[in-house]
């Protein structure tokens, strides 16, 4: 603690030549030594003898002086000297009568009379000083006093801050009493406006002189005052001191001033902010911060800036108490600024380190300050603009949720996407620092440090900091020289001890200890079995404690209600506060530990009846109410159950708010803790009975609670509809209510109701989230995914604003709700059709990706299982005829897309489901992942499952075409011959021969019998693998190929079979196999006439071949006309008219050509008429109109054929309108067409819209 420099003689020191002879007085300005006296004192000396009291003597070299003339004054660098420094006050005098102190050399006071020029006379030159203390000084004159005058330290009377040195070598032109020049950084040399920010910076000076050192002074008492004990070193969380350290490294105006530490309770939160306040406190440069509770704010605040006014000056108090100061009548701030806050936020601002203010646990704060909330939140972001202040808040996520959405966005650091600490759940928060259980090395190296094994924790509490401190507490007050066992879990003796018994096992040992403290002070003292009676008493008691902390104090207990539980008369006051039970908090008192305080209330919560005041009475049917309940409901103490054996009603609020406002206010969100932590504690049936009916609640759209009040009149009106009509109804008389009254809401029911509707979706959702297992809660669940989906469906896909309390369920819980990954992903697939269309949010279908990626083999059967799910989703395929998505589709596109991550487990899989959707994703699989179907082929045909030889038959048919390697061939090769071994799979042994047949190793030994099979028409047997065998085997394949096509039936499956063949026959290259299969298709068509359409499809893949079919199909075409009767000419013609792609259409002209120098049927001529009007929008317009002009000619020539082209050309004009388009223009070149087409056709042509 620095000096007040008005109090105390022994800090001067009296400066001397080296013959002894004083020259003046100085006085230590820093601690490393630093002294300050005036010019005159060493003027001229090379060397100076310093003498301190106590007999301390320091001799100064040259070196050591740094003389400033031109102001008067010298800077010495002593060494050795154990003197305080004084604080140097950064203005003038702060007396109201501007008086001051001084000793000469007895102390004298005096009067700062004003400022003046003076001219100071040094050894070598004349100097003028312009502002320069004039002093009128009591009973004293300066020029008659001893030379150790010079130097003195001139005090503030107020502040004991030093104004100025005195000087007495100067001149004015007018008498004084004395003068002194004034010590300021302003325009002062740089050594001394150094050496005076070192002395604001490192010696504290209150009152108006306030300097950054007296700042810190302030603060650091508020910190002391309020940090909580520490049980060990906390380990380090480099994760969140680094967010922390960034948020408080920001410079400039659009720097963030707000940050939230969010956590749950027991997370940690208290530690990190005192971890924080130290490391401020420490080092070169250390920065003021003050440290607050919730329970320091009051219901009158305007925000944050109150609060920290009441710590300063409390803190003031506590330092002029202090030994040294001034006594404990002394004040800091008594005469300082009437606005502490404003001034130590200015200096810390001028030395750039911003005054931090740290918020720990606001809920703490008053319920009606809880309820204007948005107010105190405007009035602390003007404050934190205003004077550039930070604000760290330290508190549950149920409270940033609130507080965090009423603070400026600007304000705030951190992100909303952040993802979430351990051990926490993912939840929309505004942005903010959040803070969980520690990671897996820092929890290791807590063990460690709390001396805990591994194992002796669960494996959700052995990274909870709060969970490993009390159980390292337990421990450590067992007897014995080794560390004590923990108390059983609930699985059985030596399983870890679950959170509750923790929590018990501590309370216990607390009350205990409270109780060996207890019986040390009775008389006479207690032993053995009375102190294990007292801690039962105790125990009562904290239980008692916790069921009052339900009431209006919302988690604390007033003054006189802990005097009444524990008395200070006999000690139990004392003994509770020492042993840390419960800790004061404002004007009463908390639980020490917030989390184990939840756990202590919720076991005395009345949940049915809280549960029905804070959510069902908004959602129930109508009826008179009061208000709404300002605490929360407890079950009876042991007393109130003996003297009325049945609960007491609620009672009303008390009037804890001003007259304007609600006679009641609602429970504030922040005290979900309880009730959590009592559902939490009921047993499942218990608690599946109550989630169930909170989601009801989420849904139910109920009519508002009601007031009567008068009813408008209403005129009389006469039912409309002839009188004695019994066609027209009359008009249903409604039942009105009594008295003419109507029914209207209750002011401000709508926002009670919201306030309902979010305690229903925090209850739901929290619980949910923190049950071990929520299997027990799987109905509950569903229904609460059928919900989701029903009103996401109405609102156009899922968003929380539009969802109200359901909303809160977004796929960010799915994905955390503690289910297998199978159960979990079923819920999601009840949820996708509530996705919306694509967009930045986050999706359920991107959750169940998710899982599907982090546990494919447990997801991958469960998806498969989608395929019989058709509902649609709101996303779409692009393309304006693009089918509509599915539950079903989307599991394809899932499957498919994250193929890579199991591939051979998603065979197995689809394989497994046996459905439609399952066989085309298999299919595309063994397009994209031949490998991997070969490997499910192989293991299908080993396998002794009927069902799996059909389906390696099946899928070694469809894989074979795409085997580009040896490994793939020898899988399938091993499949055949295993199929082929089986006479029971007889029906099999086409499709194992047709894989046989495509791999050359095996195609000489089975080929014959496999072109049997073919030839017999087995349609196991694909075309395409025996036509893999005709560039080696062209004769017998080409023969198997006839006799399979004159065996095949004109029928629905018949055709198909047949198409299938044309299309791989097409498919062959090479001149001579493409030669003589073309001569087959040719012989097929003659024994077939009536297969046109199948030969028809063979032309038009082999045109798309380009020229290299040309001398192929140019034979072909001329015996078209030649040889086929016009039945198959009308068929196949046309092919050649259709435009086709670039590569074919030059070949397709030529081929037209061909056919049209003979062609003179007419209904060909007519068909290719409409094979020129289809294929219009794609050929070019020129081309077009030469081949109608030149049909229409040849048709002319025939009987009866210009009619035919008039007519047909009004038809295709009818239905096709580019057709009708090119028409119309060809019509207005001229005449060429008037021979074409007649005047009936143009007239007809006309009138085609």
């Known amino acids: 603690m620095a000096t007040r420099g008005g109090e105390r003689d022994d800090v001067l020191i009296r400066v001397c030549d080296l013959a002894g002879r004083p020259r003046g007085t100085g006085f230590l300005a820093h601690a490393d030594g630093t002294m300050i006296t005036s010019h005159e004192a060493v003027d001229g000396l090379a060397r100076l003898v310093l003498h301190a009291p106590g007999g301390q003597v320091c001799l100064v070299e040259t070196g050591a002086i740094t003389a400033l003339p031109e102001t008067g004054l010298a800077l010495v660098a002593t060494e050795g000297l154990a003197l305080p420094p004084l604080p140097i006050a950064p203005g003038g005098p702060a007396h109201p009568e501007r008086r001051t102190r001084l000793r000469l050399p007895h102390r004298t006071e005096g009067v700062v009379v004003g400022t003046t020029a003076a001219t100071y006379t040094a050894t070598d030159r004349f100097h003028l000083l312009d502002d320069v203390y004039e002093l009128a000084l009591d009973g004293a004159d300066l020029n008659r006093v001893a030379p150790q005058a010079s130097g003195a330290p001139l005090i503030d009377a107020a502040t004991g801050a ?39 910076a490192t010696v504290p000076a209150y009152g108006p002189h306030l300097n950054l050192a007296g700042a810190l002074q302030l603060t650091g008492a508020s910190v002391a005052a309020a940090r909580p004990g520490a049980w060990r070193e906390p380990v380090d969380r480099p994760e969140v001191a680094a967010a922390l350290g960034e948020f408080l490294a920001m410079r400039g105006e659009s720097a963030p001033l707000a940050l939230g530490l969010v956590g749950e ?18 080092g070169p ?32 108090r506590v330092v002029g108490a202090a030994p040294g100061y001034g006594g404990a009548a002394a004040d800091p701030l008594g005469s300082g600024p009437a606005d502490p806050t404003d001034a130590v936020a200015a200096l810390a601002r001028a030395a750039g380190r911003p005054l931090l203010v740290l918020l720990d646990a606001p809920e703490e704060m008053p319920p009606v300050l809880a309820h204007a909330l948005a107010d105190w939140s405007a009035g602390t972001a003007r404050w934190l603009r205003a004077d550039r202040a930070r604000l760290i808040v330290a508190c549950r996520p149920e409270f940033w949720e609130q507080a965090g959405a009423l603070l400026p966005r600007e304000l705030l650091h951190g992100a909303p996407a952040a993802g979430p600490p351990p051990g926490a759940p993912v939840r929309p928060l505004p942005p903010c620092v959040r803070l969980g259980d520690l990671g897996a090395g820092q929890a290791e190296r807590a063990r460690a440090r709390y001396g805990l094994p591994e194992g002796a924790l669960a494996e959700a509490d052995a990274a909870h900091p709060l969970a490993l401190r009390l ?49 040390a002070g009775s008389e006479p003292p207690l032993r053995g079995a009375a102190v294990r009676r007292l801690a039962a008493r105790v125990a009562g008691q904290a239980h008692e404690a916790a069921r009052r902390c339900l009431g209006p104090g919302q988690g604390e207990l007033d003054r006189e209600t802990f005097e009444e539980l524990f008395p200070w008369r006999t000690g139990w006051a004392s003994a509770v506060l020492t042993e840390g039970l419960l800790v004061p908090a404002g004007a009463g008192y908390r639980f020490a530990h917030e989390e184990q305080g939840d756990w202590l209330q919720a076991l005395h919560l009345d949940l049915e009846t809280a549960l029905g005041a804070l959510v069902h009475r908004w959602f129930a049917p109508p009826a008179p109410c009061p208000e709404a309940p300002v605490r929360l409901p407890s079950r ?163 968003a929380a604003e539009r969802l109200e309390g359901l909303g809160e369920f977004g796929p960010w819980f799915w994905r955390q709700v503690p289910l297998p990954v199978g159960e979990r992903l079923e819920l999601l697939r009840m949820l996708l059709p509530a996705d919306g269309p694509p967009g930045p949010g986050e999706r359920f279908l991107a959750v169940a990706a998710e899982l599907l990626r982090e546990q494919p083999a447990a997801a991958l059967p469960v998806v498969c299982g989608w395929f019989g799910d058709d509902r649609p989703l709101r996303a779409r395929l692009p393309g304006p005829d ?18 890579g991550l199991a591939v051979d487990d998603l065979t197995e899989a689809l394989v497994t489901a046996g459905h439609p959707a399952a066989d085309e994703l298999l299919a595309a699989l063994a397009e994209d992942e031949p490998s991997a179907v070969c490997r499910a082929v192989d293991r299908w045909a080993h396998d002794p499952r009927p069902e799996r030889h059909v389906a390696a038959a099946a899928y070694g048919r469809r894989t074979a075409p795409f085997v580009r390697s040896a490994a793939d061939r020898e899988l399938l090769r091993y499949a055949a011959l295993a ?139 001329a015996a078209l006309v030649r040889e086929h009767p016009p039945e198959v000419r009308r068929v196949l013609a046309p092919v050649f008219a259709a435009p086709g792609t670039r590569v074919s259409r030059p070949l397709r002209q030529e081929l037209l050509d061909t056919v049209l120098e003979a062609e003179r049927d007419p209904e060909v001529l007519v068909d290719l008429l409409t094979a020129a009007a289809d294929g219009c929008r794609t050929r070019h317009p020129l081309l077009t109109r030469d081949l109608v002009h030149r049909l229409g000619l040849l048709l002319g020539r025939t009987p009866q054929g210009a009619a035919r082209f008039d007519l047909r050309i009004v038809e295709l004009a009818g239905s096709r309108p580019d057709f009708i388009r090119l028409l119309r223009a060809w019509l207005a070149e001229g005449s060429t067409w008037d021979a074409l087409i007649g005047p009936s056709a143009r007239r007809s042509l006309d009138t085609v819209a």
């Open 882 to 899: 693009a089918p509509r998505l599915t539950v079903a589709s989307a599991a394809q596109a899932l499957l498919h897309t994250h193929r």
């Open 979 to 1117: 199929l082929l071994a089986r006479p029971e799979d007889r029906a099999l042994h086409g499709a194992a021969l047709g894989l046989l047949v495509r791999d050359p190793a095996t195609r000489d030994r089975h080929l014959p019998t496999a072109l049997r099979h073919f030839a017999s028409g087995d349609r196991q047997l694909p075309p395409s693998a025996v036509a893999s065998a005709l560039v080696t085997h062209p004769e017998p394949v080409l023969a198997a190929f006839q006799a399979r096509l004159r065996a095949v039936r004109e029928s629905a499956d018949g055709g198909a079979e047949t198409a299938e063949i044309m299309r791989e026959l097409a498919a062959v290259t090479g001149h001579g196999p493409a030669r003589r299969v073309t001569d087959l298709v040719q012989d097929y068509l003659r024994h077939r006439p009536g297969a046109a359409r199948h030969v028809a499809r063979y032309l038009d893949l082999r045109l798309e071949q380009g020229p290299a079919a040309r001398a192929l199909l140019l034979p072909f075409a």
């Open 285 to 316: 440069h250390p920065a003021p911060t003050v440290w607050l509770r919730g329970a320091e704010l009051r219901p009158g605040d305007g925000g944050v800036r109150d609060a920290v006014e009441r710590a300063l000056r409390s803190a003031a």
């Open 265 to 282: 309770p027991g997370t940690g939160r208290s530690t990190v902010l005192a971890q924080l306040a130290a490391e401020r406190a420490r």
């Open 471 to 519: 159980l390292s507490e337990v421990r450590a007050a067992q007897p014995g020289d080794e560390p004590g066992v923990p108390p059983d879990g609930e699985d059985g003796p030596g399983a870890p001890p679950t959170r509750a018994a923790l929590f018990s096992a501590h309370l216990d040992l607390m009350c205990l200890r409270i109780a060996v403290r207890l019986a």
């Open 162 to 200: 030093v104004l100025a040195v005195v000087v007495t070598a100067v001149q004015t032109g007018h008498r004084a009493g004395g003068f002194a020049v004034p010590l300021r950084a302003r325009c002062a040399p740089a050594p001394l406006a150094e050496l005076l920010s070192r002395n604001a």
């Open 636 to 798: 009876p103490g042991a007393r109130a159950v003996a003297w009325a054996g049945r609960p007491p009603p609620v009672p009303p609020a008390p009037p804890v708010a001003p007259p304007a406002s609600p006679r009641s206010l609602p429970v504030p969100r922040h005290r979900a803790g309880p009730v959590l932590q009592a559902l939490l504690l009921a047993p499942p049936p218990v608690l599946a009975t109550h989630l169930h009916a909170l989601v009801g609640a989420l849904d139910r759209a109920a009519p508002a609670p009601t007031r009567w009040v008068p009813r408008p009149a209403l005129e009389s009106t006469q039912p409309s509809g002839a009188e004695g009509a019994d066609t027209v109804p009359a008009r249903r008389v409604r039942p009105q209510p009594p008295h003419g009254l109507v029914r209207v809401e209750p002011p401000g029911f709508a926002a009670r109701r919201r306030e309902a509707g979010w305690w229903a979706a925090h209850l739901v959702r929290e619980a949910l989230l923190r049950v071990p297992d929520a299997g027990p809660y799987r109905e509950v669940l569903r229904a609460l995914a059928g919900r989701i989906v029903v009103r996401a469906v109405a609102a156009g896909g899922f």
